[in-house]
């Protein structure tokens, strides 16, 4: 498919439309592709709001993009209207810290002593009955929205590995930051027991 000047001009405003904009298969939501997902996972670490583009919606998008930034494949990252990457490379400056800097921002670098995560013994043992029936790492999140997420799969290599109780957490630097002084118990509700995390940073506005 040719570019064409009409196609260069839309897809140009598109990248122009925001600071970042990502161009991935579905919506951050409802991710059509793992890759896709995974730069979703990270732009949400740092950022409360972005753009997308679904360019399942629109097939002539879809490949003008790749013609437009000379990449072959989707998702592609645009900050400040310039190409950034795709799913790899943007991991990639993530851990480096290429990504804060590009997104104007400043890097955590938290040690795993200082982020001093508190967990009640019920919500200890839930965890722990949870993590031997998965046999994997448990890792644990908090998004710029301040929205927490725990969950299991294997160790990426870049996060921090934080003492909880009597069980180890992973979690990557913006989290850590943000995950300072958070508490973990157990809520009971009309729809049983739930796991409920206090963040006092969110409080604090950040």
Known sequence: MSLTPELESRIQGIVSSAPCVLFMK???????????????????????????????????????????????TIPQLYIGGEFMGGCDI?????????????????????????????????????????????????????????????????????ELRVPVGGLFFLLDRDSAERARGASITVLDTEHGQRLDVDIPAARAGG
Request: one cysteine or more.
């Open 26 to 72: 579905g919506s951050p939501a409802s991710p059509q592709c793992g890759f896709s997902a995974q730069v979703v996972q990270v732009l949400n670490r740092l950022l409360p709001e972005y753009e997308t583009f679904d360019v399942l919606s629109d097939g002539e998008v879809r490949e003008g993009v790749k013609e437009f930034s000379d990449w072959p």
């Open 90 to 158: 943007v991991k990639e400056m993530y851990d480096s810290g290429e990504l804060h800097d590009a997104l104007g921002m400043e890097r955590a670098e938290l040690s795993a002593e200082e982020v001093e995560i508190t967990i009640s013994a019920e919500a200890e043992q839930i965890l722990r009955n949870a993590q031997q029936q998965q046999g994997a790492e448990l890792h644990f999140g908090i998004d710029a929205k301040f929205q927490p997420f725990l969950g299991f799969g294997p160790a990426a290599g870049a």
